[in-house]
């Protein structure tokens, strides 16, 4: 099993920057791709950005592209997420993801395993 947490979040304004952590353990060496996700009211969870665990291979949603950076850790087991130039339609849960097929997907629906989220919410 795998376990994953969400570090990070919290309250900024409009135009700040603020970095997400995600700390995976347990059966860790089965993870091979690791992403974020995020959620606001009344929406669907959508894709923001994904990483491979041991290539530097990244995708990411058009509407962070150039904003938001994806990175790993191998050594500290940890996924960031360094978010800038915030705006209030960033606003949402924010939920870290991982799955065992090497491919970068998109679909939620394709990873195995989940955080619990954490909040985000950027005021203007």
């Known amino acids: 099993q795998v376990q994953l947490v969400e570090t990070g979040g919290g309250l900024v304004q409009e135009g700040a920057s603020l970095r997400l952590s995600c700390a995976a353990s347990?059966?860790?060496?089965?993870?091979?791709?690791m992403a974020w996700f995020r959620q606001a009211p009344g929406k669907e969870r959508e894709f923001v950005a994904a990483?491979?665990?041991?290539?530097?291979?990244?995708n990411y949603a058009d509407s962070v592209e150039g904003r938001f950076t994806i990175s790993m850790d191998n050594t500290q087991n940890t996924m960031y997420l360094q978010m800038n130039t915030l705006n209030p339609e960033d606003t949402g849960v924010y939920f870290c993801?991982?799955?065992?097929?090497?491919?970068?997907?998109?679909?939620?629906?394709?990873?195995?395993?989940w955080g619990q989220g954490i909040q985000v919410t950027v005021s203007t």
């Open positions: 347990g059966r860790t060496a089965s993870l091979s791709v």
């Open positions: 990483v491979r665990w041991t290539r530097p291979s990244t």
């Open positions: 993801a991982a799955r065992r097929v090497s491919t970068l997907q998109r679909l939620p629906s394709l990873y195995d395993y």
